[in-house]
């Protein structure tokens, strides 16, 4: 709320800056490591060719879309 | 209408939910690499859980939610106190989340391997960090006057606490144990229930000490009530139909076991909702970190409107994926011989994919 509840009333008391700046950045690498992954695979995957259809299968037959 | 308690009773019922509902997953990511004794039993471990996963946890972070909009006093307290504990569990989470959508995009043992070895630390660690915070709720932190916690990390590791977190890994564990009984089939299935009669005894065990040291710590009267008796006698029950193999009622017992846990934590601590070691003066209550009663009302009408259809969508997705999963579907199918590297055929509207399991 303007004027009311300042920035300087809502910081917590028991959390050093050290540890703030630690986990800020452990969770800058964490993401960056992840999204770096995450764009490896993408630009893998565009390049990949499909995958052979299963045999026998046609329009028709459900096919399992394994997620994981 | 005195909404405060009320509001306790639903942050109490959320993380009953998550448990139950998340527990299993978690007992089921701390397995996997144990039930499935290769790349396409592991996978089928995993893909028990896959469609909901996501879901359940999503009680989490309503259960957080709440805390910071019922009782935002408690809210800060916790999440300040407990910050180092809650970046780890927030790490564990992330890493666990993208271990499940990340280790079947490449087919390589390597990486599936190491997927698997975040996936199995993540679902031990959450509920262990978790656990620990409950544990530290019930029996005491130092905490001043202006409600601001005075300890360091350590402080958090008292064993009580510890042990509150051991004692939840094991529940998990063997509630993982029963889900994969009713969801695999064959090997599978046998091994689960295997494992579940290793992990039964000891979980049996950790819950009697566990509600035995939480009367102790909490209560001043002699006997149990009646949520700590279900606890002891759930898992009792647990135990014996694991070794009975009533598939069924075991994992029926884990679930009453797992869920008698989490509420007599609550149940003991009311009317305060963290226990201050440093004076009992300095106890945080649901009275003093209550919100408003107009913004008590007002999340009364959102949460009698839109928990119905959670839990509408929620059973309507567990009864979409039902049924068993079986390793054989994730076998790596043998193409057809004449087959071009393939066109795949038109979609068809009647003809749905479909997941194993579904």
Known sequence: VQGIMLTKNGISPTVSTTWLWISLVGFILLYGTL?????????????????????????????????? | MNLIPFWFIVIAILWTGFFIL????????????????????????????????DGNEVWLIVAGAGMFAAFPGWYATMFSGLYLALVLLL??????????????KHDAVRWRRTWDVLLTTGSLLAPLLIGVGLGDLLHGLPINSSQDYTGSFWDLLQPYAVFTGITLVLVCLLHGATFLCL????DMRERSWLLARRVAPFTAAAVIGFIIWMHVTASTTFFLNV????????AISALWLVYERREGFAFAATTVTLAACILSIFVDLYPNVMVSSTSHAYNLTVHNTASGAYSLKAMTVVVIVFLPLVLAYQTWTYYVFRKRVSVSDFRPAAPSPGAAPAQEPAPDAAAPPVRPGS
């Open chain 2, 227 to 234: 949520i700590e008796l279900l606890a002891v006698l759930a």
């Open chain 1, 35 to 68: 999204g770096t992954v995450d764009l490896i695979l993408m630009l893998r995957y565009s390049r990949k060719e499909l995958e052979p259809w299963p045999a026998g299968a046609d329009a028709h037959t459900p096919v399992p879309a394994v997620q994981y």
């Open chain 2, 91 to 104: 790490t564990a989470l992330i890493v666990r989340g993208v271990a499940f959508e990340y280790r079947g």
């Open chain 2, 183 to 186: 969801r695999t089939t064959d």
């Open chain 2, 22 to 53: 998340e527990g299993f997953d978690f007992g089921v990511g701390m397995l996997h690499d144990i039930v499935g004794t290769d790349d396409a039993g592991r996978r089928a471990a995993i893909n028990t859980i896959g469609p909901l996963w």
